[in-house]
């Protein structure tokens, strides 16, 4: 039987990003993908190609939460240093990976132009198992509840495909979205009192200008439980119209 509620944490390496060369699209995608299949992402952080930094964030995060995603940091130049700050992070070696060597010649073809640059790409911590990509064969790797995938999108989504069969997921979190004419503010009173009331589900409230001039607040509803949505979601309706029909009067 499933459990309710899995947990995730992502860890987005590379100085690129925090330096803002390079925009980070996989968070939102990794997100989207784990909330379909009922995993619940709690944490994600940005991490430089410091090896201390990364074995400080993964300590922190894998003891936590079900499962950990890394993108970034296993390409075939100095500064990828992943794989070995999570060896490290494990306290095991980290060694060439003849499967992973395998995986690398099917690409590039033989020993020719499997230069040492590119072995970098196979070294691999031992007692990790490797994961596939359909884009580059150049594989990430699972060790404990860490997968270390790819930072370059599409090559990571290719292994997130190959990782999703072999994870455990929870209730899926479902989400209703209420559109309402009212300022935030207007609304963060009464909408706390309708949180109390279902303190099992998850309410936020986010604000929306349209080109159009019109201008309000989003309200989105999240439980597990489908009768317990509705039932919410009604709730915040109902004072919203509350609201409404208070303004109309003055």
């Known amino acids: 039987m499933a459990r309710d509620v899995v947990t995730a944490a992502i860890l987005v390496i590379g100085d690129e990003i925090l330096s803002g060369r390079t925009r980070d699209v996989n968070v939102g995608y990794i997100a989207d993908y784990l909330t379909r299949m009922g995993i619940d992402v709690r944490e994600a952080r940005m991490i430089p190609d410091v090896e201390g930094e990364i074995v400080d964030a993964l300590d922190a995060v894998r003891e936590r939460y079900d499962y950990v995603f890394t993108t970034g940091g296993i390409g075939p130049t100095h500064d990828d240093i992943t794989a070995d700050s999570v060896a490290r992070a494990f306290g095991v070696a980290i060694s060439v990976n003849d499967e992973a060597v395998a995986m690398l010649k099917e690409r590039y073809g033989g020993d020719t132009e499997l230069n040492e640059a590119r072995l970098r790409m196979a070294r691999i911590p031992h007692g990790a198992s490797l994961v596939r990509n359909k884009v580059s064969s150049a594989p990430g790797f699972?060790?404990?509840?860490?997968?270390?995938?790819?930072?370059?999108?599409?090559?990571?989504?290719?292994?997130?495909?190959?990782?999703?069969?072999?994870?455990?997921?929870?209730?899926?979190?479902?989400?209703?979205?209420?559109?309402?004419?009212?300022?935030?503010?207007?609304?963060?009173?009464?909408?706390?009192?309708?949180?109390?009331?279902?303190?099992?589900?998850?309410?936020?409230?986010?604000?929306?200008?349209?080109?159009?001039?019109?201008?309000?607040?989003r309200i989105v509803v999240r439980a597990r439980d489908e009768a317990l949505l509705e039932e919410a979601e009604a709730a915040v309706k109902a004072m919203a119209d509350d609201l409404a029909g208070a303004g109309d009067a003055a």
């Open 142 to 217: 699972r060790i404990g509840n860490v997968f270390v995938m790819a930072g370059v999108p599409k090559i990571m989504q290719a292994m997130l495909d190959e990782i999703a069969p072999t994870l455990e997921g929870g209730r899926p979190l479902r989400s209703r979205t209420v559109a309402v004419d009212l300022k935030e503010g207007d609304v963060a009173g009464p909408l706390r009192a309708v949180q109390e009331r279902f303190p099992e589900t998850m309410i936020g409230s986010y604000p929306f200008f349209e080109d159009t001039g019109r201008f309000g607040t």
